[in-house]
C-alpha cells in the first residue's frame, strides 16, 4: 500500500508539473472589478482526489445551476475513463514483463482544471485529462469550457466564428504567429499545419479569444514538453 500511494503521489507530481508547465504558454485569469465573476468550491469525484473538478456560486442560481451540470457530467465522463484505465492496468498487470517490471504497469487516469478567465461576463475553465499507459509519458487532452454567466450558455467556438471566412481569417493569425515563433517555427510549415475548426478549443479574454492547439498523439505544433500553445487572436481578426 505504501508503494501505491507513493505511486500515486508521484503522478500527482508530474501531473502538476505537467499543468504548470502548460500554463506558461496559458494566459493567467483575467480579472476585472467591476464585471461579474463566479465563486467556486473544489470537488472530486466520488471521493477520488485525482479526479477534481469545479463548481460555481455567486451568480443567479439557475446560472449556477447550469454550469454546474455542465461541470459535473465532464467529471462523470472523467471517471468512466478512469475505471476504463483502471480495468486494463489489472489486465496488463497479469503479464509475464509486469512481474518483473512491475512499475511500468502502473497506470494512472487524473483530471484537474485551472479557472482561466472570470470577468466582462464570461468564465472560461481549462480542463485537462491525463493518461497514463506506460511508456516515457502520459497523454493530455484539453477541453475548454466557456460560459455567459447571465445564462449559462455553454458556448462552443462556432458561438464565436459564425462564418467559414472568420475560420480562416483566425487560422491565417495564428500560421503567422507559430511560423515565426519557436519552438512552433519547428514544425508550422504551412496553413494546413495550423488547423481551426469546429472542435478548436478557446478561452475568452476582454477583447476576444485565446485558441488552444493541442495534438496529444503526434505533437504536430509542439513536442510534449513543449505544452499546448495558447494564441492570443483579437477580436479585430474575426469581427
Given at each position: 500500500?505504501?508503494?501505491r500511494?507513493s505511486?500515486?503521489r ?6 502538476l508539473i505537467?499543468v504548470f508547465s502548460?500554463?506558461?504558454f496559458?494566459?493567467s485569469?483575467?480579472?476585472d ?14 471521493g477520488?482526489?485525482?479526479l ?5 456560486y455567486?451568480?443567479?442560481?439557475n446560472?449556477a445551476s ?9 467529471a ?8 476504463n ?9 497479469k503479464?509475464?514483463f ?11 487516469f ?8 472570470n470577468?466582462n461576463?464570461?468564465?472560461?475553465i481549462y480542463?485537462l ?7 516515457a ?12 454567466l447571465?445564462t449559462?450558455k455553454?458556448?462552443?467556438?462556432n458561438?464565436?466564428l459564425k462564418t467559414s ?8 493569425y495564428?500560421y ?11 514544425s508550422?510549415f504551412?496553413?494546413s499545419?495550423?488547423?481551426?475548426n469546429?472542435?478548436s478549443?478557446?478561452?475568452f ?6 485558441l488552444?492547439?493541442q495534438?496529444?498523439?503526434e505533437?504536430?505544433?509542439?513536442s ?6 495558447f494564441?492570443?487572436i483579437?477580436k479585430?481578426?474575426y469581427?
Open positions: 500500500m505504501k508503494k500511494s505511486f500515486l508521484m503522478i500527482s507530481a508530474v501531473l505537467m502548460f500554463s506558461f496559458v494566459p485569469t483575467d480579472s472589478a467591476s464585471s461579474q465573476k463566479a465563486e467556486f468550491t473544489k470537488h472530486s469525484y466520488k477520488i482526489y485525482l477534481r473538478y469545479p463548481q460555481v455567486g451568480i443567479n442560481k446560472t447550469k454550469i454546474n451540470s455542465t461541470l459535473k457530467k465532464a462523470e465522463n472523467s471517471y468512466k475513463s478512469y475505471l484505465v483502471k480495468k486494463a492496468e489489472k489486465v496488463i498487470q503479464e509475464d509486469c512481474k518483473k517490471t512491475p512499475k511500468k504497469c502502473k497506470y494512472s487524473n483530471s484537474l482544471y485551472q479557472v482561466k478567465h470577468s461576463g464570461k468564465l472560461s480542463y485529462e491525463y493518461t497514463y499507459t506506460g511508456g509519458h502520459g497523454k493530455g487532452k484539453v477541453t475548454m469550457y466557456n460560459f455567459d447571465s449559462g455553454h458556448y462552443k467556438i458561438d464565436i471566412c472568420n475560420y480562416k481569417k483566425v487560422q491565417k495564428a503567422k504567429y507559430l511560423s515565426t515563433h519557436k519552438p512552433y517555427s519547428d508550422v504551412q496553413l499545419d495550423v488547423p481551426v469546429k472542435n478549443q478557446f478561452s479574454y476582454k477583447d476576444g479569444i485565446y488552444l492547439f495534438d496529444y498523439d505533437y504536430e505544433i509542439a510534449y514538453d513543449d505544452g499546448n500553445p494564441i492570443k483579437p479585430s481578426v469581427q
